[in-house]
């Protein structure tokens, strides 16, 4: 069965997104990629004007819980290298997602 890690974040100011988005791209999700347990990643952005929350799906390889489990050691050992782009206020929310179903038009 197919599992992702499926996290929400969001840029620390509304004048910042470039860099946030740059950051995220050409460091963070690098980072998370290169632990055990991760195959890929896709962003997602807002499409429209209402703006929002960036979700990234990273697919897991393996046990997820594992997987998560090498993000936070990675995070308490500081070796993502991490941007004040990033918002903590609301923290990013991660959740282990597992395909439930996929549907291919016939």
Known sequence: MKHYL???AHPSHPDRVDEF???YETTHI???V???GFLNATRL???DEA???YVTLYEIEGDPKEALHNVHAAAAAKQ???SDSLSFGPVPK???MQVYSEYVKP
Do not use: C, K
Request: hydrophobic share 50%; net charge negative; aromatic share 8%.
């Open 6 to 8: 499926m996290v929400e």
């Open 21 to 23: 988005n740059e950051w």
């Open 30 to 32: 690098r980072e998370v």
């Open 34 to 36: 290169a632990l055990d």
């Open 45 to 47: 952005a807002p499409a």
């Open 51 to 53: 703006g929002g929350s």
């Open 80 to 82: 993502f290298d991490m």
């Open 94 to 96: 991660m959740r282990i």
